[in-house]
């Protein structure tokens, strides 16, 4: 499945035409706790990792928050 | 553009800072010096001895709460900046309500958990305005490391991978980088590009 995750082309090793944001992050190996999440431009919350959902062409960014200020 | 003219421009701008530790009080004071026309800033903490290893602050301000006192030593820099200090810990509420009228939102908190609760409270309800982040300052050198990532109004500025830890502390160098490159980017959404 070819996306845009965050800003830039990738494509990822599923056959799955949908994946859910839980499901991206096993795939990718993000492991980091704190994380903002948008399927194109559209805010999920932590709640809805399991069912939301994107497909080829999606927008997707993880933007992972990390300590320190 | 001349200094006056844009000095004129920022006069009318309100810029709220989440946060007085090393990013907020480094940034804050560099658009007070360039003469932005409010500050909204807020910390629930007071100054410790090992804040001074990157945040403007001094010595004998120890032991002081850190928004009152940022205010004060923007007052000695430029008397012209109205300072509005808050001694709170911010929730999402208080984000909605405190800076609700400011023209961008500069996060500048120290744990990751309030950065993500920042950045998804102003998201939701003000998704029109732009929110400036601090992610990955930890240590010294790497300066190429650093950059400005934008996801629409989000604007993420830091190195994005090295968190702080006792081997790995914040300290004046690295972090007042970013917090200058976080002013900076205030300024090209203020003022429009420069470069």
């Known amino acids: 499945m070819k996306i845009i ?62 300590s320190g200020g | 553009m001349e200094f006056q003219k844009t000095k004129a421009k920022l006069k009318y701008k309100t810029i709220g800072i989440a946060g007085c530790g090393g990013l907020g009080s480094n940034a804050a004071v560099a658009l007070a010096r360039v003469g932005i026309g409010k500050l909204i800033i807020a910390d629930f903490d007071k100054i410790e001895e090992s804040n001074l290893n990157r945040q403007y602050f001094f010595f004998d301000q120890i032991g002081k709460y850190k928004a009152p006192t940022l205010l004060e030593n923007i007052n000695r820099i430029n008397p012209d900046v109205l300072v509005e200090a808050h001694t709170i810990k911010l929730t999402s509420k208080d984000v909605v309500e405190l800076y609700k009228e400011c023209d961008v939102i500069v996060e500048a908190f120290d744990k990751a958990e309030m950065k993500e609760m920042i950045v998804e409270t102003v998201l939701s309800e003000f998704p029109a305005k732009p929110i400036v982040c601090g992610v990955g300052l930890a240590g010294w050198g790497g300066n190429e490391l650093i950059k400005v990532e934008r996801y629409d109004n989000l604007y993420i500025v830091g190195d994005h991978i090295y968190e702080t830890s006792e081997d790995d502390p914040p300290i004046a160098p690295r972090v007042g980088i970013v917090a200058n490159m976080m002013a900076n980017v205030v300024l090209e959404l203020l003022l429009g590009k420069d470069k």
């Open chain 1, 5 to 66: 995750l965050n800003n830039r082309e990738e494509i990822l090793n599923t056959t799955k035409g949908n994946l859910t944001i839980n499901e991206l992050l096993k795939l990718k190996k993000f492991s980091f706790t704190r994380l903002v999440v948008k399927i194109n431009s559209k805010l999920i919350k932590r709640e809805n990792f399991d069912s939301a959902s994107f497909q080829e062409n999606d927008n997707v960014e993880i933007i992972h928050m990390i």
